[in-house]
């Protein structure tokens, strides 16, 4: 088994957590500390269990869409209480209501545009858990649900840096595709093939985000997790697909590292080999081909970007494969030498990628993630 094939999928990169851990206050650097640490826990329980690849019996599959929202009461018993149930009306509860929303649209946008059957493509059922901890810096798919913390509401407002992980439905949707990578491409979390996995949520994270606001590719943000920072940070968001490294420099969190190109490709051993960094690189190949193609980004480019996904991209796949691979499910749903195949062409172009071309230069050896950034924060050394 793969020991990477089902990390806790953070949302948060570790690298913007130890930023915050080395330059916030003591309050936010507690915080920070905490979440990593919590993150890491969560980890290396994912790890000790089997191979989750068919339903857990929690997980039923079911006629169709089924989603409960769970209430974890500032606990970290999962999955806590049910609060809201598929088909019941909103509650007084604005996060419970984001997470079902959230996951509702995520379940449609899968259902209606691509065929699929809930993330496992059997009717799974969609299980989210709000209030997960206290001051919890982070949203996840822990291989079986999804898991929201409240950001930093209880710290003084001049100190808080995050809202509630709720609040941006694109961090849902983000999430939540981890679970159908899960299931079809098992995407190594390490690396190229990690930051493909990074990619691949970032894509159908902004088309739910589109969908839901019947955004033209050129009418969206590309924006990754607007309205999740506060506004004590310099910065709109914690990605952007259409300018990578560009999306926050703030004297806490730090400079948003991600580079739109291959030839600012970052060969780094933390963050499971850069796995939230170097996503931006094929972020902008998906930006740029939608754009190209006009209308509505998940038609098309989501099409294309979907099938790869279900039936072409592998395990180990890396940024040419995925390259060569969108390129010929383009000929394959559109035509040879169609203008939709033209537009992936010019996407992989314009981050330095010639679809059949070479391979990429290779990388560093992966890192730990959360856990080498705890390490060095707290100064331990790894047990043997």
């Not at 916030?24 to 650097?29: A, I, L, M, N, V």
């Not at 994912?46 to 079911?62: E, I, K, P």
């Not at 849902?172 to 190229?192: D, N």
Request: aromatic letters at 8%; charged letters at 20%.
């Amino acid at each position: 088994m793969h020991t990477h094939n089902h990390p806790i999928n953070c949302i948060v990169p570790p690298y913007m957590l130890e930023d915050i851990a080395t330059k916030g206050t003591k309050s936010q650097r507690e915080l920070a500390i905490r979440t990593l640490k919590t993150s890491e826990q969560m980890r290396g329980q994912r790890r000790a269990l089997a191979d989750f690849s068919g339903a857990v019996s929690r997980f039923a599959a079911v006629g169709g869409k089924e989603r409960i929202v769970y209430d974890a009461q500032n606990g970290s018993s999962l999955p806590g209480t049910p609060v809201r149930n598929e088909g019941d009306g909103p509650t007084s509860d604005v996060t419970v209501n984001e997470a079902y929303d959230g996951s509702g649209a995520t379940y449609d946008l899968f259902n209606d545009i691509y065929n699929r059957n809930s993330i496992d493509a059997k009717g799974m059922r969609l299980d989210s858990t709000v209030h997960y901890k206290k001051g919890y810096d982070n949203a996840f798919w822990d291989g079986e649900q999804m898991v929201y913390g409240d950001g930093d509401e209880n710290l003084p407002v001049s100190e808080r840096l995050f809202n509630r992980f709720t609040i941006a439905i694109d961090i849902i949707g983000h999430e939540l595709t981890h679970g159908v990578t899960q299931f079809e491409a098992k995407l190594v979390y390490s690396q190229q093939p990690g930051a493909l996995n990074e990619s691949m949520s970032d894509v159908f994270g902004s088309l739910v985000k589109q969908r839901t606001l019947n955004q033209r590719a050129d009418e969206a943000d590309w924006i990754i997790g607007a309205g999740l920072l506060t506004e004590n940070v310099n910065g709109i968001g914690i990605r952007t697909m259409k300018a990578p490294g560009t999306a926050y420099d703030d004297p806490v969190l730090g400079k948003d590292p991600q580079p739109g190109h291959m030839k600012d490709y970052v060969n780094t051993v933390s963050d499971n080999g850069g796995v939230h960094i170097n996503s931006g690189i094929p972020n902008r190949a998906f930006y740029v081909t939608a754009m190209e193609l006009g209308g509505y980004a998940w038609e098309k480019a989501g099409q294309i970007w979907y099938v790869t996904l279900r039936d072409k991209l592998g395990a180990n796949s890396k940024f040419q494969d995925c390259a060569n691979l969108t390129y010929l499910t383009a000929s394959e749903l559109y035509g040879n030498g169609s203008l939709e195949q033209k537009a992936v062409k010019k996407g992989w172009a314009e981050v330095g990628l010639t679809v059949d071309g070479s391979t990429p230069p290779p990388t560093t050896e992966p890192g730990d993630g959360c856990l080498s950034s705890l390490l060095r924060l707290i100064g331990a050394a790894p047990e043997k």
